[in-house]
């Protein structure tokens, strides 16, 4: 670790001076080149802490990353799309959906102006756009983005390709979220399958698949099937992300709905809590993933009677999605419906019950 932060150290104290001297708007092909590997480097060091979950040191490297290349290539370059797209993708792990529009729409500009409406590298900023609309709610403007990165990702690179695979899972999701869980069926098993033929069996993406399709399992109680998938996503991203990572705390919650829904209180409750600790940790305390997290915890208790316990973390996630997300967003609307019901519910076992949680 020591080696890994000293690394991290040098680029950052490289990507300084490569700032201070590139205000001098160097013009030779040697310094030019210098700066540009500097700024690959930044880049590439952003994409393994991202991965390892560390996004907001992340955040800064691609920042870095994305000043260097504007000093040297200037504002319309292939390269100054692609950082603001990794850029906004980095924002979107930490639930900055606020920030991600105009840098990926910035993105799709520059390679609109480049290269034209049908290009490999537009199919990705759809795909993107596509999930920022998801998840603030603006399910027709996601469709519409899907789409389109569908039919390009198909044009250049066929029916049969991962990145086929990635927008078909989404637009099953989008179709999920809109209640429309036949076409997401046939949306999710089509991704399913091409990941497991193209990826193998114990990929992320995989599980990935595996995940949504017990998800949509699970919503319409057909649990037998969805247990098992579940388990082997959470062995899956186990074994190849490790316990701490955020995927992992994903698979946890979603065992742990599962088990609280058999009646299985005992046996949700540890994963719930797992999941949460993992979340804190590695996204930190206002990740709308930590608002999901809170309030199944704090429902969890509402239906064991520990109501002291379960205000307070449903008063939290309605905080953290009134911030990420907004006072209308679906999401927020039904977590403070939740808070409300099981204020009434403290209320009426003891009249001071819900005062005293709402203050806490």
């Known amino acids: 670790m020591e080696g890994e932060a000293a690394s991290r150290g040098r680029i950052l104290e490289q990507s300084r001076k490569g700032l201070h001297m590139t205000e ?82 910035r993105s799709l500009a520059i390679y609109q102006r480049i290269f034209g409406e049908e290009h490999l590298a537009i199919a990705r900023v759809w795909n993107n756009l596509g999930l920022l609309y998801k998840k603030v709610g603006r399910y027709g403007d996601a469709r519409q983005a899907y789409e389109r990165a569908l039919a390009l990702y198909e044009q250049f690179q066929g029916p049969r390709h991962e990145d086929t695979a990635r927008v078909l ?49 699970y919503s319409q109680g057909r649990f037998e099937r969805a247990i098992p998938l579940y388990q082997r996503t959470l062995s899956i991203y186990e074994a190849l992300l490790g316990a701490q990572h955020p995927r992992t705390a994903l698979a946890l919650n979603n065992l742990a709905m599962l088990y609280e829904d058999q009646g299985e209180l005992e046996r949700a409750e540890p994963l719930y809590q797992r999941a949460l600790a993992i979340q804190e940790q590695a996204l930190g305390s206002e990740h709308p993933d930590m608002a999901s997290s809170l309030n199944n915890l704090g429902m969890l208790y509402g239906k064991q009677g520990h109501y002291a316990r379960a205000l307070p973390l449903l008063s939290r996630a309605v905080s953290i999605y009134e911030h990420t997300l907004g006072t209308e967003h679906p999401d927020t609307q039904l977590i403070r419906q939740n808070y409300e019901r099981l204020q009434q519910q403290a209320e009426q076992q003891d009249p001071g019950a819900g005062q005293d949680s709402e203050q806490a």
């Open 169 to 217: 899972n989404n637009l099953g999701m989008l179709s999920y979220y809109e209640g429309l869980y036949a076409d997401a069926e046939v949306l999710l098993k089509r991704a399913m399958t091409l990941r497991e033929s193209l990826l193998g069996a114990e990929h992320p993406d995989t599980a990935n698949s595996l995940n949504n399709l017990a998800m949509l399992y």
């Open 24 to 105: 001098k708007d160097p013009e030779r092909q040697e310094e030019r080149g210098a700066y540009l590997s500097l700024a690959q480097s930044l880049n590439e060091q952003a994409v393994q802490d991202w991965k390892e979950g560390h996004a907001a040191e992340a955040e800064k490297l691609l920042r870095r990353a994305l000043a260097l290349r504007i000093k040297v290539l200037g504002p319309v370059h292939p390269d100054i799309a692609q950082s603001l797209n990794d850029l906004a993708m980095c924002l979107e792990s930490q639930g900055q959906y606020s920030a991600m529009e105009p840098l990926l729409k």
